[in-house]
């Protein structure tokens, strides 16, 4: 063969490789979406039960197909403190047995006879292509998409393969392998630094399986690549836990330890076992035993070292070491920067759930805020340090904000499904409308510093009347808020009832207060305070009515 030749294949290989990696990308996004409630409700059953967090793993990975991603991910929930590290080591290990899916789904080359996935693969591309060029329907075009992912991956598998072909019989590939069989540490190595480069062990496992398609990979050469792309594949995972604190830098070396241990326990096993038996080691693999032997190995090593895993946890304490933690409440703009973790927009649908998880919270604050206001106003002798505290966490409320906005707008270019842009678009809105609830709440404490500071005090029945306002603002706000957080249709229907009994209550209110002023009952003076509250509380019950109204639309109800 001629220079050009060599050149062609080359860039045959390239492009394979490359359809194989966006290929599997499209799969898991496609994936994702039609699987994102059912992953945010795998969350749910994360406890501290290890054995829980192996399944939960297993099948987050299988969905997503990639063990750095769902590893990624953990590193997110550790540094956000949505998960501890006994459920990241559950997770980590789970996540080495569901990435074996790929590694199936290659070798059926081989073992489905008339079914094999390259011959079919150009027809479910096609279909899959024009069912997302023709269809209105999102479920249609999200399976669609999944099958244009399945049917690029084979195609690039078969391009990979037919470019390898032409070299089977190559001496210089045979020697390689040889090589790489004679060499245990070698084979580990190259398996760690490709694997490593294009940072996904599925690409890296799918190209010796295409090579063993050709019969170019002996026995011996293939298990040590395969022990090393199990390492190389903790590089993602280690680099994303830069800037993350250290308990998260405890999760990526939990996966590490895991996987260093793994491959140095079948090393030794392997090694033995072709001093054996020499004359396997240097016959050809094909990829279904690579699947095989993946599985097995994976598996394995997770029953072997389950029992361990707390053994991990305190052995990553060691590698890095936890600084004193002081009893300090930590500041809820510190909270946001971790709870909106860049890490955790790997994967979108958990990305979404944590930004409303943020979107509650600040919602919260205010809730906090409105209840100290109406509480030392209901006290006739408002305290200063809690008006003061009131400004403080509006201040909170003011850069939380902006951080929540940033989060939602990475998340919008996401691949993400209809009903999670509704939910995007929504918090866009909510966050604006807390935010200025918050406003009207630190004005009601504003008001409240003009009344301490006349040193004059509300009436009884104004107090009475504040207490009745209070507690349906409240039941409004209160139940918008839980509507965010459970997408509940029926806690927004009811903060639209109790949003339009305010109006009607602060009506009564006024007109009432109105006339004691004019009995010389209240000083005119306070008057003009308490009915600048009153009003205030009324905007926050309407935000509370805007907000419940985004939850219904995002349901597809009306009110």
């Keep these: ?22 290929g599997m990308d499209i799969m898991a996004s496609g994936l994702q979406k039609t699987a994102g409630n059912k992953m945010k409700d795998l969350l749910g059953y994360l406890t501290n039960n290890r054995i829980l967090g192996v399944l939960v793993g297993a099948l987050v990975t299988a969905i997503i197909q990639s063990s750095s991603a769902t590893t990624v991910m953990v590193v997110g929930f550790v540094n956000a403190g949505i998960m501890n590290l006994t459920q990241a080591a559950g997770v980590i290990m789970g996540a ?31 279909i899959g292509a024009f069912i997302i060029t023709f269809s209105n329907k999102q479920k249609m075009t999200q399976k669609a998409e999944i099958a244009v992912g399945f049917g690029i991956l084979f195609i690039g598998l078969s391009s990979m393969s037919s470019s390898i072909g032409v070299y089977q019989d190559s001496p210089v590939f045979y020697k390689a392998f040889q090589v790489l069989g004679g060499n245990p540490i070698l084979g580990i190595l190259v398996g760690a630094v490709v694997t490593a480069i294009i940072q996904s062990s599925s690409a890296s496992v799918g190209i010796l399986q295409t090579l063993a398609m050709r019969g170019i990979v002996n026995w011996r050469s293939a298990i040590f690549i395969t022990l090393g792309q199990n390492i190389g594949t903790c590089i993602t995972a280690i680099l994303s836990s830069a800037g993350a604190n250290k308990t998260a830098k405890r999760a990526a070396v939990i996966h590490l330890s895991f996987n260093v241990l793994g491959a140095a326990i079948y090393g030794v096993i392997m090694t033995i076992f072709f001093g054996i038996f020499p004359d396997l080691a240097m016959q050809h693999i094909s990829s279904t035993q690579i699947s095989i032997f993946h599985s097995i190995f994976n598996i394995s090593v997770t029953i072997l070292l389950f029992p ?16 004193p933690v002081e009893d300090e409440e930590e500041e809820p703009e510190e ?18 759930e944590n930004a409303v998880k943020e979107v509650v919270r600040m919602g919260e604050i205010v809730l906090k805020n409105l209840n100290r206001v109406t509480k030392e106003a209901m006290s006739g002798e408002p305290r200063q340090s809690k008006i003061d505290k009131v400004h403080n966490d509006e201040q909170v409320i003011n ?9 939602l707008v990475k998340i919008s270019h996401l691949a993400i499904t209809e009903k999670e842009m509704k939910v995007v678009n929504n918090l866009f809105d909510s966050i604006t409308d807390i935010e200025r609830s918050g406003d009207h709440v630190e004005n009601m404490a504003g008001y409240l510093q003009h009344i301490k500071d006349m040193n004059e005090n509300i009436s009884e029945d104004a107090i009475e009347e504040l207490r009745n306002m209070n507690n349906i603002v409240r039941a409004a706000f209160e139940s918008a808020i839980r509507a965010i957080e459970f997408d509940d249709t029926k806690e927004a229907k009811e903060a639209l009832s109790y949003a339009e009994d305010v109006y009607c209550t602060r ?20 008057g003009v305070y308490f009915l600048d509250i009153i009003s205030s509380m009324e905007r926050i019950a309407g935000y509370a009515f805007t907000i419940a109204r985004y939850i219904l639309s995002q349901n597809d109800e009306e009110e």
Aim: charged letters at 20%.
């Design 1 to 22: 063969m001629n220079t050009l030749t060599h050149v062609g294949n080359l860039f045959a290989f390239i492009g394979g490789l490359g359809m194989f990696l966006y």
């Design 96 to 126: 080495n047995v569901g990435t074996t899916i790929t590694a199936w789904l290659v070798s059926a080359n081989e073992w489905a006879g008339a079914l094999k996935p390259d011959f079919f693969a150009p027809f479910i591309l096609g």
């Design 308 to 323: 361990f895993a707390n053994a991990l946890v305190k052995l990553s304490g060691l590698i890095i070491r936890e600084e």
């Design 335 to 352: 909270k946001a920067l971790r709870h909106l973790d860049p890490r955790i927009l790997e994967t979108p649908a958990f990305a979404v």
């Design 399 to 407: 850069h939380l904000e902006p951080m929540i906005t940033e989060y």
């Design 507 to 526: 009506k009564i209110i006024r007109k009432r207060h109105i006339q004691r002023m004019k009995d010389g009952d209240c000083s005119p003076d306070i």
